[in-house]
């Protein structure tokens, strides 16, 4: 009974996370407040659970960094601009939510079955947002696929970095899952050839739908960690061959199609050499992160306070072009970058916590890989470290789910071993086991 609920709760948390885009789209007229917190509803079940699982099994979501980054946001409440507050307690349980969520799977062993939600529901996100990109919904469309706006044509819902990055994702899981990097204990319910023509048509659409966004960051999340699984998994040949194959046959196809100008554009975009150098302005509100630090030797080592970022490096940049004046007189400008939010909000001790944690999460992911023939967790977390470099991972509706699942495979042994998969017996404390052979 306890596993079949964690399962349903597992299922709906990362429904609520990667289908984000649905609820968007339903709750469009409210946006804000509500859909966080109709999100938050649904991440319930498997907090409160997962709480449990914490408690009673070891797993990498109680490693000291992990910890650490989690508690020193919570102290950081109390030095928090008081306007922030109710800002700072959402964003403490969005970032602290992924603990008991990871423990969870790793309790059940469900990150493989995590994964696959996470790749079924992508697809249909893109599909839906292909239809009101083009479809008769002109009011809640831009020009990008991935841009969604309320009814009134006014605020912006979605963007093509947000819709690209997890498409990207998207990417990653299903090449993994294409180059048996998860550990398959399900009976097939196609022939080999047949399930592998079905990743290759989801993997082929997902690319697609990230070129159609025309982000440069999407390109890159595409690009670099499908590299590390097509080229560096073991014993992939036939595989890999047709992967190329596919590539190859893709890039020869989108020139003669409606895709041919998103393609061209975005190369536009990669040769504008001044945009793509300070990366469409964001690295002059990286500076004003500088002028925040130089503002007093409490913000250099403490930071601004949880959720503070906003406001801090809005009244250093005010008459930046991406600021905007909130609707209770604040301006507010997003770091667009992990590793800046995350020094201006906790200063440097904040930043030596998250680089302990990051220096943990890389160290364990080759440890884990090179014992068990795998690329998929240093894959997952490059694309983790390239992401953080051009958006807040930690506010996206799609970290729930990204969070606990990087937590739970560096942790579980849900991935393939190339020659004891069998004989493997899971480790709770996120060492890798001791050789069978």
């Known amino acids: 009974m306890y596993r079949k609920a964690g399962e349903i709760a597992l299922i709906l948390a990362f429904s609520a996370s990667a289908g984000s885009f649905f609820l968007v789209w339903l709750f469009r007229a409210y946006w804000d407040t509500p859909l966080r917190f109709i999100s938050y509803a649904l991440y319930a079940p498997a907090v409160l659970l997962g709480c449990w699982s914490y408690l009673r099994v070891k797993s990498f979501a109680r490693a000291w960094p992990v910890v650490g980054c989690v508690l020193w946001p919570l102290l950081a409440i109390l030095w928090t601009d008081p306007t922030e507050t109710g800002r700072a307690m959402i964003l403490f349980f969005h970032m602290a939510c992924v603990l008991p969520i990871a423990s969870l799977i790793v309790e059940l062993d469900y990150s493989r079955q995590c994964a696959y939600a996470l790749v079924v529901l992508s697809t249909a996100a893109l599909a839906f947002l292909c239809f009101l990109h083009y479809g008769d919904t002109i009011n809640l469309v831009k020009f990008n696929v991935g841009y969604l706006r309320d009814e009134m044509g006014g605020r912006d819902l979605a963007n093509p970095n947000a819709v690209g990055s997890q498409m990207g994702l998207a990417v990653l899981l299903s090449l993994s899952f294409c180059f048996g990097q998860f550990r398959n204990k399900d009976k097939t319910w196609l022939r080999s050839r047949a399930k592998s023509l079905v990743w290759a048509l989801v993997i082929l659409f997902l690319v697609l739908g990230a070129i159609l966004t025309r982000s440069r960051e999407a390109f890159v999340l595409v690009l670099l960690p499908s590299y590390l699984i097509v080229f560096h998994s073991r014993r992939h040949s036939r595989r890999k061959v047709a992967a190329v194959f596919l590539l190859i046959l893709t890039g020869a196809i989108i ?40 503002t007093g030797p409490k913000n250099l080592l403490i930071g601004a306070g949880t959720g503070s970022a906003d406001k801090a490096l809005g009244a250093q940049g005010y008459y930046f072009a991406g600021s905007k004046l ?75 789910a990204l969070g606990s699942l990087i937590l739970a495979v560096l942790t579980d042994t849900g991935l393939r071993h190339p020659h004891a998969q069998d004989r493997l017996t899971p480790s709770l404390d996120g060492r890798p086991p001791a050789s069978t052979g």
């Open 255 to 294: 020139p003669f199609t409606a895709l041919g100008d998103a393609f061209v554009d975005l190369g536009r975009r990669f040769a504008n050499v001044e945009e793509l150098v300070t990366l469409s302005d964001r690295t002059d509100i990286w500076r004003f992160g500088a002028d925040v630090l130089q």
């Open 326 to 400: 909130g609707d209770d007189g604040i301006v507010r400008l997003n770091a667009h970058n992990t590793y800046v939010e995350w020094l201006v909000s906790f200063g440097f001790v904040g930043f030596a916590l998250g680089m302990s944690l990051l220096f943990a999460v890389v160290k364990r992911a080759w440890k884990w890989d090179k014992r068990q023939g795998t690329m998929f967790r240093r894959a997952l977390v490059l694309f983790c470290v390239l992401s953080a470099a051009a958006s807040v991972t930690y506010r996206s509706f799609l970290w729930p």
